[in-house]
């Protein structure tokens, strides 16, 4: 156990749809990171939120948004979903203020597009 | 840019035997960082290792070893004695070090390597 956690583990909508993925890290840390793994893309890189703010953009959609919140947990907000959104959604944290310090990441949200 | 290349697509081996899987990586920084991630069937990434890239030498870590080596930019591991337990996926990653980077703490994978252990 990572100590990482993700909800919902599964999520099924369809196209057009939003849905919202949440993510609280371990504690101690600040840094939250999201991912996508997908069959095609492989596991890429979204956004990272530190201490509240947005320090560093991968390769996010505009459909796509994050916020990290006060508590420190972080939402991952996907809107106008289509089917190629269709992956598994990883969150990670790690240590404040060490240089690319090793992420932690919770189990998951597995979201299918229909 | 970053890159991280994972030329294995997957490896086959018998209970006991001992597995490489190479990792080959490009960045033009001069500090960062290497890391190993399992990714066993039931899907979460399991933290391995991470190496700094001022630091070549060599670990091991039970039946884990891996290889720096930064003239031929690999960061290969090494799984000794196999089990069944070690089938999964595993991801060979590169992060930025530098504060200042637009992109710091970002992990670049590769493509991973399917292990798969047969008794």
């Known amino acids: 156990d990572s100590g990482v956690t993700q909800t919902p583990k599964h999520l099924i909508t369809a196209t057009g749809q939003r849905v919202t993925l949440r993510c609280s890290p371990r504690?101690?840390?600040?840094?939250v990171y999201w991912y996508q793994q997908s069959l095609d893309q492989g596991l890429q890189f979204l956004i990272q939120?530190?201490?509240?703010?947005?320090?560093a953009k991968g390769n996010i959609l505009e459909r796509f948004s994050a916020q990290q919140f006060p508590d420190l947990h972080s939402e991952l907000n996907l809107s106008s979903l289509e089917l190629g959104d269709s992956a598994l959604y990883f969150c990670?944290?790690?240590?404040?203020?060490?240089?690319?310090?090793?992420?932690?990441f919770g189990p998951g949200t597995r979201l299918t597009v229909t | 840019a970053q890159k991280v290349t994972q030329a294995q697509t997957e490896i086959s081996v018998v209970e006991k035997e001992d597995v490489t899987l190479d990792c080959v990586y490009e960045t033009r920084d001069t500090t960062y960082y290497l890391f190993w991630y399992k990714q066993p069937p039931s899907g979460e990434l399991v933290f391995l290792i991470r190496r700094n890239s001022f630091d070549e030498q060599n670990e091991i870590s039970g039946r884990y070893s891996w290889n720096f080596q930064k003239s031929t930019s690999s960061f290969n591991f090494t799984i000794t004695a196999s089990q069944v337990v070690d089938s999964a996926v595993y991801f060979c990653?590169?992060?930025?070090?530098?504060?200042?980077?637009?992109?710091?703490?970002?992990?670049?994978f590769g493509a991973g390597t399917q292990v798969v252990v047969t008794p």
């Open positions: 504690s101690g840390d600040l840094s």
């Open positions: 939120y530190y201490n509240g703010e947005e320090r």
């Open positions: 990653a590169l992060s930025e070090a530098l504060l200042a980077s637009d992109s710091w703490g970002k992990l670049q």
């Open positions: 990670a944290s790690s240590a404040q203020g060490i240089p690319a310090s090793e992420q932690y």
